[in-house]
């Protein structure tokens, strides 16, 4: 069974920067696209940002473009999400999630095998 669990999240000014982590295990990370979507209060969860086995395809919803990067540390059985110029509308829980499949960029909650339990982000104006 493949577990996630996220770290990094927290308060921070707009404007201001934060890194979230994803560990997997129990599982064949290098083999698994990896994604992150938010939740925010009253509002169905959405993608944010997702890539592939090999890093080579990246994808990112477009309000978040040109402020948010996602990597992977295959070694590491990580992946990272690198928030910056943050604002008060990204304020949310944020999922990380591994889709099996591996090879593609997927957008949908559905498209995801595994899920890890949340880490809020709170971004203060």
């Known amino acids: 069974q493949v577990q996630l669990v996220e770290s990094g999240g927290g308060l921070v000014q707009a404007g201001g920067s934060l890194r979230l982590s994803c560990a997997a295990s129990?599982?064949?990370?290098?083999?698994?696209?990896m994604g992150w979507f938010r939740q925010a209060p009253g509002k169905e969860r959405e993608f944010v940002a997702t890539?592939?086995?090999?890093?080579?395809?990246?994808y990112y919803r477009d309000s978040v473009k040109g402020r948010f990067t996602i990597s992977r540390d295959n070694a590491k059985n990580t992946v990272y999400l690198q928030m910056n110029s943050l604002k008060p509308e990204d304020t949310a829980v944020y999922y990380c999630?591994?889709?099996?499949?591996?090879?593609?960029?997927?957008?949908?909650?559905?498209?995801?095998?595994?899920w890890g339990q949340g880490t809020q982000v709170t971004v203060s104006s």
């Open positions: 999630a591994a889709d099996e499949t591996g090879w593609g960029t997927p957008v949908r909650p559905s498209d995801y095998d595994y």
């Open positions: 129990g599982g064949t990370f290098s083999m698994y696209a």
């Open positions: 890539i592939n086995w090999s890093g080579g395809n990246i």
